[in-house]
Structure formats: structure tokens, C-alpha cells
Nanobody, 120 residues
């Protein structure tokens, strides 16, 4: 079984910064990708940023230039540095890990979510 645990959410004023952390642990043959989605009230869950393979990163257009995702392979951990936060960044942020737990099986595991609130 694989566990995904997030930390680092909170309340911040517009223009401020927050850093989210997510660690995947458990039995894994391979960790293929890790990243962050978010879901605001009344909206669909959307991709924020992800690291695929060892070093390919993808970002939502709305966060490019403000958010940076990084990954520590040794710790199976991904970080999301969020700068110049805006009220529209307010959402629950969910971390995911795409894992091969055993040979010829790929699964996606999700964290419980962490609230990010940006006040204007």
C-alpha cells in the first residue's frame, strides 16, 4: 500500500507565498510522476503542476511564472513553491503519486488534500 501525505497549506494574504510538501511512502517498484491538483468550491479539479519521469514538469497556464514544482527523488517527495498568490488560487490542493506498486501494474494514489486560502 502507498500513502500520500501533504502538508503546508494555510491562510495567506494576496501577494504572499506558501510552500506545499507531499511525500509518497510504501511499497513502490517505480514512482512515475507526482504532482498537484486543486479544486475550488463549485469547480472541477484541475492540474496545477506535476513532475513526470525524472524531470519533466507541466504547469497550468494560470500559475506559470508564480509556482515552482520540485522533486526530491531520494525522499519520494515533491514540493510546490507558490509565490505571488492570488485570491483565485484559493482551493483545496491535492497531491497525487503515480506508482508501479508491482510489475505490470500502475496506480494513482491521492493525498487527503490541504486547504490554501488567499485573502484579498
Amino acid at each position: 500500500q502507498v500513502q500520500v501525505v501533504e502538508s503546508g497549506g494555510g491562510l495567506v494574504q494576496a501577494g504572499g507565498s506558501l510552500r506545499l510538501c507531499c511525500e509518497a511512502s510504501g511499497t513502490m517498484l517505480r514512482l512515475n510522476a507526482m504532482g498537484w491538483y486543486r479544486q475550488a468550491p463549485g469547480k472541477q479539479r484541475e492540474l496545477v503542476a506535476e513532475v513526470v519521469g525524472g524531470d519533466t514538469t507541466n504547469y497550468a497556464e494560470s500559475v506559470k511564472g508564480r509556482f515552482t514544482i520540485s522533486r526530491d527523488n531520494a525522499k519520494n517527495t515533491v514540493y510546490l513553491q507558490m509565490n505571488s498568490l492570488k485570491p483565485e488560487d484559493t482551493a483545496v490542493y491535492y497531491c497525487y503519486a503515480e506508482v508501479d506498486p508491482v510489475v505490470r501494474l500502475t496506480r494513482v494514489y491521492w493525498g487527503q488534500g490541504t486547504q490554501v486560502t488567499v485573502s484579498s
